[in-house]
T-cell receptor, first 116, second 115 residues
């Protein structure tokens, strides 16, 4: 079945360590996104990519980095520069329809990162 | 910047009742809105969407109403069931400039359905 796969589902990290969250989609979607969700909060956009080898900062990009070397993959690295990395991270994808992207977002099941 | 917000953070209803979840948005340029349902520990799932050239759209047991005059949309769930218990988010599409394609999410409303 087509979908978005995030891994790992749970991840623990010591302070000062970089970690990379995986996101793979087999929906042939052009656009991919990373959101952060804190308890009782909405989703905040970290980075997004509308095409391979291109990505844009979202609202809270500081302390994060991404790459988009393949259409189906959009890994997120949480660096040691991120001051408060403990959160639930959600990856999503959509069909990019040009200037007006009205494509529905399809979400993965999320990765919960805890910094010890 | 522009934002989308919700009036009610929590909503408790009895099974069988109708539920109404509200959302206010501030970006008048937004022309597409989506409601998502998120169950605990899972990613959000699409419920229903509406374009700004529509006032109402109906799905299975759900209806979304859009009032562009006051920048307000609502999600109505008919005959609410315990399985409807979740957090509901509204989201708008930013279609301006180079930020097109990026959703802005509201805070969310926790819906609890009591048997």
């Amino acid at each position: 079945d087509g979908g978005i796969t995030q891994s790992p589902k749970y991840l623990f990290r010591k302070e000062g360590q970089n970690v990379t969250l995986s996101c793979e989609q087999n929906l042939n979607h052009d656009a991919m996104y990373w959101y952060r969700q804190d308890p009782g909060q909405g989703l905040r956009l970290i980075y997004y990519s509308q095409i391979v080898n291109d990505f844009q900062k979202g609202d809270i990009a500081e302390g994060y980095s991404v790459s988009r070397e393949k259409k189906e993959s959009f890994p997120l690295t949480v660096t040691s520069a991120q001051k408060n990395p403990t959160a639930f991270y959600l990856c999503a994808s959509s069909i990019f329809q040009g200037i007006t992207n009205t494509g529905e977002l399809f979400f993965g099941e999320g990765s919960r990162l805890t910094v010890l | 910047g522009e934002s989308v917000g919700l009036h009610l953070p929590t909503l408790s209803v009895q099974e069988g009742d109708n539920s109404i979840i509200n959302c206010a948005y501030s970006n008048s340029a937004s022309d597409y809105f989506i409601w998502y349902k998120q169950e605990s520990g899972k990613g959000p799932q699409f419920i229903i969407d509406i374009r700004s050239n529509m006032d109402k759209r109906q799905g299975q047991r759900v209806t979304v109403l859009l009032n562009k005059t006051v920048k307000h949309l609502s999600l109505q769930i008919a005959a609410t069931q315990p399985g409807d218990s979740a957090v509901y988010f509204c989201a708008e599409i930013d279609v301006s400039g180079t930020s097109y394609g990026k959703l802005t999410f509201g805070q969310g409303t926790i819906l609890t359905v009591h048997p």
